[in-house]
């Protein structure tokens, strides 16, 4: 149990064009979701909790505008990375909570994005 | 700030060594937790400690929580190829409303050549 998957796992954009990537709960609903961005060879960064029927609350120093985040049910959570530049290419992870014990987070494959 | 700072941050043995790493901060966490994670994949939770002087054991893997909840240690028995890959702690810690956020340590990525 306590799969996370994401869409899709690789993604490669123009740099000024915005890009979407999901973040599913497959068998458990989540009221909170995470999204972390990671370099190469770094450890994960938070961005931004996510909590379904609310705004985001974002991490100090991450762009709110910049990254766009939607948790309109239970099982989904989407970030859109709006006018991507080449420095927004980067390791995209989400994790899920499960609700059944409070520090266990459930993490989904991760999202490659590359902006040329 | 609260950072999480793990030693070594590369380490490269052969089959059979035995490892320690380790992960250390100034802050207390309400939990620690060790994951794996390979390249182009997202990190997988091997162990959670709760208790501060906990230890777990995972095969050959043992994890130990800090009597004052601030570091933890993996330690790696005979390690084998198939432990390759980098190795993240992350601690727990109320950012508000009901869950957990996690910080992440610096990581440790470890290569064990056969």
């Known amino acids: 149990g306590a799969v996370v998957s994401q869409h899709p796992s690789r993604v490669i954009c123009k740099s000024g064009t915005s890009v979407k990537i999901e973040c599913r709960s497959l068998?458990?609903?989540?009221?909170?979701m995470f999204w972390y961005r990671q370099f190469p060879k770094q450890s994960l960064m938070l961005m931004a909790t996510s909590n379904e029927g609310s705004k985001a609350t974002y991490e100090q120093g991450v762009e709110k505008d910049k990254f766009l985040i939607n948790h309109a049910s239970l099982t989904l959570s989407t970030l859109t990375v709006t006018s991507a530049h080449p420095e927004d290419s980067s390791f995209y992870i989400c994790?899920?909570?499960?609700?059944?014990?409070?520090?266990?987070?459930?993490f989904g494959p991760g999202t490659r994005l590359t902006v040329t | 700030t609260q950072l999480l700072e793990q030693s070594p941050q590369f380490l490269s043995i052969q089959e059979g060594e035995n490892l320690t790493v380790y992960c250390n901060s100034s802050s207390v966490f309400s939990s620690l937790q060790w994951y794996r994670q390979e390249p182009g994949e997202g990190p997988v939770l091997l162990v959670t400690?709760?208790?501060?002087?906990e230890v777990k054991k995972l095969k050959r893997l043992t994890f130990q929580f800090g009597d004052a909840r601030k570091d933890s240690s993996l330690h790696i028995t005979a390690a084998q190829p198939g432990d390759t890959g980098l190795y993240l702690c992350a601690g727990a810690y109320r950012g508000g409303g009901a869950t957990n956020k996690l910080i992440f340590g610096t990581g440790t990525l470890l290569a064990v050549q056969p």
């Open positions: 068998d458990f609903q989540a009221t909170t």
């Open positions: 994790s899920a909570f499960s609700g059944r014990k409070t520090y266990e987070q459930y």
């Open positions: 400690v709760v208790t501060g002087g």
